[in-house]
């Protein structure tokens, strides 16, 4: 099965932070796959924008050099990547000053659908966007990109809420949550609305309980300053674990719209209760075989930032009550694991007695690695010796499912980027959202604070601490395994 390529209007994509990891890792080949998918236009381009001493020429080589690391398939076809380094453009640009602006304005054409990708610190998107409007550059079609995070907390996410609304049009604006472009997450909300079998099921009367896990094996190398001012919470729980929560518990919207589908992510994050001290635990990973322990990565010894943060949420409305939510994040894990599993409870009454076992329905998204959905289903365990049962699981690997001609699902930056150009703001978050978020998280982390809260120490390459295993158990509950 091939999928289609639709081609995009004409546009100029400004990446602000050009020469960056993030442009160079995951921007540039995004666009370099798209491009060779075939869905440029021949009226694109991708400006880089940065301080750097570099000449356009100077840019492509880097740029080149990026995709052989990060599109090494398709960049060995040098003919596909000399055309593409030709809509490659550089220009040096201070976000801060206004040196290289006019520059920027003489490559821009009014005519083609504008985006202005902010691939800088954080602290550089309130100037950019006041600068794109005092040098006259925002056109009717221009769209800005917002990378994480946005915000600190409440207070600095509204101010910067403020100061782009002040600038742009909130269908202007896309605050981008890499997670949201994976192709599991809309299979999710397709399984969910696109099946009769599962949304009658899918509340608290049948449900028992949710997780959703996003295990990584890295540490913080490389963001040590940022991290420890932020910590797992701040970092991954307030928007990717959040919105993986909005997902699976919001309503059905009427159509797949942009604003139906974050109407109904927004009244999730709304329903929420203020989560209890005790149903949150902290970690931080020590000395491993991997590397040193946090502590020594951030050069703080009395650091009392979480790398692992797990809790228990609850969504107070008709369809959760008495549901609860698991999420679970940290860095030096076991096993790179993000997946969402569905709990369902035990058959209400077993004909088979006792012998038998206690048999559940679950249903585990796996958004990474290995991106799919299992259904695990009861059957009887094959060959005589009375009726045995046992659990089987239901396999939609997309790989496997959809054959080898299939293509492979598009990274989340290709489909991200590529909806910014289609003007399509589904998948970004809206700027209510962001703040309701923040504004579950802040209580939390101001109580930490309060209460002088030091993380609980967990073995670097475990599955977390302990007193994780006993937020669970306390409620006859277990983790699902992070699968090495
Ligand atoms: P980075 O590697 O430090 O790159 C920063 C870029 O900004 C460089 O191109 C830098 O070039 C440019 N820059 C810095 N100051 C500037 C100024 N005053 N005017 C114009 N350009 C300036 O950062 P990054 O890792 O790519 O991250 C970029 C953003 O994406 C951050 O907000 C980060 O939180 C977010 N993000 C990154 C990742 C990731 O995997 N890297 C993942 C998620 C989100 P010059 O110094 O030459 O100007």
């Known amino acids: 099965m091939v999928s289609r390529v639709i081609p995009v209007d ?9 020469t960056g990891d993030l442009a160079q890792r995951k921007i540039m080949p995004a666009l370099f796959r798209r491009f060779c998918a075939g869905q440029w236009p021949a009226d694109a381009q991708v400006i880089g924008a940065a301080r750097g001493d570099l000449d356009r020429a100077g840019f492509q080589a880097v740029v080149a050099e990026s995709l052989r690391s990060y599109a090494s398939d398709l960049a060995r076809n ?36 504008r985006a202005f990708y902010f691939s800088v610190g954080p602290g550089l998107f309130a100037p950019l966007a006041t600068k794109i409007q005092a040098h006259n550059l925002a056109t009717d079609k221009t769209r ?43 299979n999710l909300m397709a399984v969910r609305f696109g099946n009769m079998l599962f949304e009658p099921l899918w509340n608290s009367q049948y449900v028992d309980h949710i997780q959703i896990t996003v295990a990584e094996t890295v540490g913080i190398d490389g963001r040590e300053d940022y991290y420890d001012r932020a910590g797992a919470m701040r970092d991954m729980m307030q928007n990717h674990l959040m919105q993986l929560l909005c997902l699976i518990a919001m309503e059905p919207p009427a159509k797949f719209d942009p604003d139906a589908v974050r109407d109904e992510k927004l009244k999730v994050i709304r329903a929420l209760d203020p989560v209890e001290p005790h149903h949150i635990v902290r970690g931080q990973f020590g000395a491993g075989a991997d590397g040193p322990g946090y502590r020594d990565v951030v050069g703080n010894p009395r650091s009392a930032t979480e790398s692992y943060v797990a809790l228990r949420a609850h969504v107070s409305n008709w369809r959760w009550a008495g549901t609860p939510f698991y999420l679970r994040t940290g860095k030096r894990l076991v096993a790179r694991s993000s997946v969402i ?79 910014v150009i289609r003007g399509n703001q589904t998948l970004f978050m809206r700027g209510d959202e962001v703040e309701a978020a923040w504004a579950w998280v802040d209580p939390i982390i101001a109580g930490w604070q309060a209460r002088g809260d030091v993380p609980k120490p967990y073995d670097s390459g475990s599955t977390g601490p302990g007193d994780a295993e006993l937020l669970m158990k306390r409620d006859g509950r277990h983790w699902q395994g992070i699968k090495p």
């Open 144 to 186: 800005i990109v917002v990378e994480k995070p946005f915000g600190h907390d409440l207070e600095s996410s509204r101010a910067l809420n403020a100061t782009l609304a002040a600038h742009f049009r909130e269908s202007q604006i896309y605050r981008i949550d890499h997670y949201l472009g994976k192709e599991t997450v809309q």
């Open 78 to 113: 040098g003919d596909a990547l000399n055309a593409f380094l030709q809509r490659v453009g550089f220009v040096r640009l201070d976000a801060l000053s206004d040196a290289g602006w006019d520059q920027l304005a003489g490559l821009l054409d009014n005519a083609r659908v």
């Open 341 to 419: 599993n569905v709990l369902f409870k035990d058959a209400p009454h077993s004909i088979f007695g006792a012998a038998a076992g206690r048999h559940a329905n679950a249903l585990s998204i796996r958004l990474q690695p290995n991106e799919g959905i299992t259904l695990k289903v009861t059957i009887k365990e094959p060959g005589p010796g009375g009726m045995r049962l046992v659990d089987v699981p239901l396999d939609m690997s997309f790989a496997e499912a959809l054959g080898p001609d299939s293509d492979t699902p598009p990274d989340a930056y290709e489909r991200l980027v590529m909806d």
């Open 10 to 18: 004409p546009f100029d994509l400004i990446i602000f932070g050009g």
